[in-house]
């Protein structure tokens, strides 16, 4: 007997359900019985079915309105319905048809012409089973290479997702490995590979937990685009984000203490508007597609980047604005880097508690002070 077929009857006359349920088992199927529409809907929805086999006269709920509900729901809507309908009674077949129904059958019951409408519907329901684990699979795969963000557009409407680029206020992270040359030369390059490997991993963990999507990556770096609707909570979840990638650091570095060199990375943060959504690369044999995002504020979360020390966090004044309520920020005075004017930097230190003041600022009377903001203040040339 087939056991793993499961089929469902739903017909008020036990009679009936007795003998199709006879006629399936001496065939090798099992099946469950339902004696009204109500019932019916409560056991698909407990566990959905191969295939339903479904009387059209039933009191309350009848066949034709279980039918439009079950192919109304997404989730049940590829189950195949076979309705039992009266010979004489052809309004009902129209009906069923216009509630999608897949299959019919005439009562009283004919033996063979149950067994070969339960089989053809069978046969479809597997052939459309294969085909979803496929495009499942497919999916799930693609996922790996494709942002939240244009996930998300894609099925907010699949027939046309608005994948065009348009000014928007976003929070731009960008992180690189540092030394990364360095350590190339003391360990082998797959030995190399394997520890970015796994230090990016964790990464990844910061930023889909605080909803980033990878833009780019490179071999020791990748560039993170944080959005939300309140420019402050992109802001925020870009914060948090790079500072868990610096306790993550910290961890990895703890648990691989054979390393002669241990890793660190150095992190640009900046907000504001940017040109975000898909480009097109046309080539002679293909086309390529990708998520990103242009302008200023990208430019200059690159830069702070590449200016940060090994272990820091540089935000620009765009990020500052919006994390000084909630972060603790070092000022650092206004610094200049190439084909941008000069701009206000920090550095991010943590996340502040009590959410008061956070922004730190020289202590009065304290010595040495001037010297110290105009050693801070560097021409970065790049």
């Not at 944080?226 to 570095?253: C, D, I, K, W, Y």
């Amino acid at each position: 007997m087939d056991t793993a077929t499961n089929i469902l009857v739903v017909d008020d006359n036990e009679q009936n359900l007795s003998l199709i349920r006879t006629i399936l088992r001496r065939h090798g199927f099992h099946s469950r019985l339902a004696n009204n529409g109500e019932e019916a809907l409560r056991q698909v929805r407990h566990r959905p079915p191969d295939l339903i086999i479904l009387d059209v006269m039933m009191p309350g709920m009848d066949g034709i309105e279980v039918c439009r509900q079950l192919k109304d729901n997404d989730e049940t809507r590829l189950i195949p319905i076979v309705i039992m309908t009266a010979l004489d009674q052809p309004e009902d077949k129209i009906r069923g048809i216009e509630a999608g129904a897949d299959d019919f059958l005439f009562k009283p019951v004919n033996q063979s012409e149950l067994m070969a409408r339960v089989r053809t519907a069978l046969r479809m329901k597997q052939t459309i089973d294969r085909k979803m684990a496929v495009l499942l699979h497919t999916k799930e795969q693609l996922c790996k290479f494709v942002p939240l963000a244009v996930r998300q557009r894609v099925e907010a409407d699949p027939e046309a997702p608005d994948l065009e680029r348009r000014q928007q206020d976003v929070s731009i992270l960008f992180v690189d490995v540092s030394g990364y040359s360095k350590l190339s030369q003391f360990m082998e390059q797959e030995r190399v590979d394997a520890l970015i490997e796994r230090y990016f991993s964790q990464f990844m963990d910061c930023i889909h937990e605080h909803a980033g999507d990878i833009s780019e990556t490179s071999g020791d770096g990748m560039m993170v685009v944080f959005q939300h609707e309140e420019p402050v909570e992109h802001a925020m979840r870009a914060a948090r984000s790079a500072l868990g990638m610096l306790e993550a650091t910290a961890r990895l570095n703890g648990q691989w203490r054979e390393m002669e060199q241990p890793v660190a990375v150095h992190i640009g943060i900046d907000s504001g508007v940017a040109l975000v959504g898909s480009s097109r690369f046309e080539g002679l044999r293909e086309s390529r597609w990708t998520f990103t995002a242009n302008g200023t504020v990208a430019n200059l979360a690159a830069r702070l980047r590449d200016a940060a020390p090994p272990g820091t966090i540089l935000i620009g004044s765009g990020a500052a604005a919006r994390l000084t309520t909630s972060f603790l920020l070092e000022g650092l005075g206004p610094q200049t880097f190439k084909n941008l004017q000069t701009v206000e930097v920090f550095r991010l230190l943590g996340e502040h508690q009590e959410a008061t003041c956070c922004l730190l600022e020289e202590e009065p009377g304290e010595k040495g002070g001037d010297a110290e903001k105009t050693a801070k203040r560097r021409q970065i040339e790049q």
